[in-house]
């Protein structure tokens, strides 16, 4: 059974730095690219960062380059979201997600590319 546990959300001001963590577990981790995605009340769920599964490309949403960077750890089977000069439509819950594809070419900012997705992590961006 695949399962990915998100954790390092929490409430800041505006301007500070939060680091985002993805533990997952039950899928060959190394072979599958990772992404992150956030969402609020009102919008849908949106892309934010991916990484393949090697660790190479990363892509970013427009709203977070610049200040957010992915990485992962395929040894621990992890996968991080450093977030800088945060904002408060920053605030969301963000979501860990694996790709449903085996070493994809290229990772995806397509939200039906991922069928594993995490419970999110609550993070709030006070102005």
Known sequence: QVRLVESGGGLVQAGDSLTLSCTASGLAFEQY????FR???TNER???AAIKWNGGGPLYGESVKGR???SRDNSNNMVYLQMNSLKPEDTAI???AADRQRRRSFPSDYRPAYN???QGTQVTVSS
């Not at 690219?33 to 992150?36: C, D, F, L, S």
């Open 94 to 96: 963000y979501y860990c």
């Open 68 to 70: 957010f960077s992915i």
């Open 116 to 118: 594993y997705w995490g």
């Open 33 to 36: 690219a990772m992404g992150w």
């Open 46 to 48: 949106e892309f934010v």
């Open 39 to 41: 969402q609020t009340l």
